[in-house]
C-alpha cells in the first residue's frame, strides 16, 4: 500500500484566496483525521471523520475552514478565506478505528498564506 | 482541555545515555498508550504502544512503562543515539469512538 497520501506537498497562496487540501487514506481503514502543526500550538486535532460521516469538528479554528469525506477515499479540507496566521503544516491521517490501534499519517502539506 | 501532559518539552542527552519522557493523563478511560516519533518533514508514526494489562514494554532500545494508579506511562531509550534525534508524542486513546489525545511533544535532541 502506498500509505497515505496528501497533496499539494507545498502550497504558498496569498491571504483572501481558497486553499484546498487533499488526502487518500490507506485502503480499508474506516476513520480519518486532519491535524495541525504549528510550533506554538503543537500538533492540533481539526476534524475526524468514522464510516465517512464527520464526528467532531470542534477542532476546526474557524468557519473559514471546512472538509468533507465524499467517499472512503477522498477527503477534503479547504480553507475560504486563508489568512497569514493559517500558514502550518497539514497532516491528514487514516486508522481502523479511532481511539485505538496505529494511525498512519501522511507526508503533511505545508501552507504558506502571504 | 487539558487531558494529557507530556514532560519534558525538549531534552538533550549525550550518545549513548538513557532518555526518558513522561506522559500524565487524567481520562481514566483511556486503554491504549503509545508513542509516536516524528522526523522533520515527516508525519509522526507510531514507535511502540502498550496496553494496560501489563506494566512493561520493550523493543530494542525503546521501552514504555505505565503506571495505572499513578495514570502516567513514559517512554525510555536506550543507549540513545544520534538518529533517535525527534519529536516524541504520547497519544493515549480508548476503544471507543472518540480518537487519540496528542500530547504537545517532547523534542529530543541527542549529542555525540
Known amino acids: ?114 | 482541555q487539558q487531558q494529557v501532559k507530556q514532560s519534558p518539552q525538549s531534552l538533550i542527552v549525550q550518545k549513548g545515555g538513557i532518555s526518558i519522557i513522561n506522559c500524565a493523563y487524567e481520562n481514566t478511560a483511556f486503554d491504549y498508550f503509545p508513542w509516536y516519533q516524528q522526523f522533520p518533514g515527516k508525519g509522526p508514526a507510531l514507535l511502540i504502544a502498550i496496553r494496560p494489562d501489563v506494566s512493561e514494554k520493550k523493543e530494542g532500545r525503546f521501552t514504555i512503562s505505565f503506571n495505572k494508579s499513578a495514570k502516567q506511562f513514559s517512554l525510555h531509550i536506550m543507549d540513545s543515539q544520534p538518529g533517535d534525534s525527534a519529536t516524541y508524542f504520547c497519544a493515549p486513546g480508548n476503544s471507543g469512538n472518540t480518537p487519540l489525545v496528542f500530547g504537545k511533544g517532547t523534542r529530543l535532541s541527542v549529542i555525540a
Open chain 1, 1 to 114: 500500500d502506498a500509505g497515505v497520501i496528501q497533496s499539494p506537498r507545498h502550497e504558498v497562496t496569498e491571504m483572501g484566496q481558497e486553499v484546498t487540501l487533499r488526502c487518500k487514506p490507506i485502503s480499508g481503514h474506516n476513520s480519518l483525521f486532519w491535524y495541525r502543526q504549528t510550533m506554538m500550538r503543537g500538533l492540533e486535532l481539526l476534524i475526524y471523520f468514522n464510516n465517512n460521516v464527520p464526528i467532531d469538528d470542534s477542532g476546526m479554528p474557524e468557519d473559514r475552514f471546512s472538509a468533507k469525506m465524499p467517499n472512503a477515499s477522498f477527503s477534503t479540507l479547504k480553507i475560504q478565506p486563508s489568512e497569514p496566521r493559517d500558514s502550518a503544516v497539514y497532516f491528514c491521517a487514516s486508522s481502523f478505528r479511532p481511539g485505538i490501534g496505529e494511525q498512519f499519517f501522511g507526508p503533511g502539506t505545508r501552507l504558506t498564506v502571504l
